[in-house]
């Protein structure tokens, strides 16, 4: 199986920043494309950021200009560097993997029914 363990969330002041990290263990051979989701309380999951195995990027376009996602595979480690935090993005952020390259997944690369493996989550709290 597929371990995935995200850290670096916190409570923070809007406009300030923050560093979430994930790292993936186990049968990480499994794994193509990665990617950030967050859900709020009463919402849906949604997609935030994701990477392909190469280094293409898709964001969504609520965090863009904001976030940028990055990967070190020799480290296994999936990163979301996040600024200009604002109270709506006040969530639990998961981070998560794929098993398809980046040319199969759904249009737009935020699908949650192309990502198998999920990591427990980590909290981000922004006030105002």
């Known amino acids: 199986q597929v371990q995935l363990a995200e850290s670096g969330g916190g409570s923070i002041q809007a406009g300030g920043s923050l560093r979430l990290s994930c790292v993936a263990g186990?049968?990480?051979?499994?794994?193509?494309?990665m990617g950030w989701f967050r859900q709020a309380p009463g919402k849906e999951r949604e997609g935030v950021a994701a990477?392909?195995?190469?280094?293409?990027?898709t964001y969504a376009d609520s965090v863009k200009g904001r976030f940028t996602i990055s990967r070190d595979n020799a480290k296994n480690a999936l990163y979301l560097e996040m600024n200009g935090l604002k109270p709506d993005d006040t969530a639990m952020y998961y981070c998560a993997a794929s098993r398809f390259r980046w040319n199969y997944l759904r249009p737009g690369r935020l699908d949650t029914a192309d990502y198998a493996y999920w990591g427990q989550g980590t909290q981000v709290t922004v006030s105002s």
């Open positions: 990477i392909g195995s190469t280094g293409g990027t």
């Open positions: 186990g049968l990480i051979y499994r794994l193509n494309c």
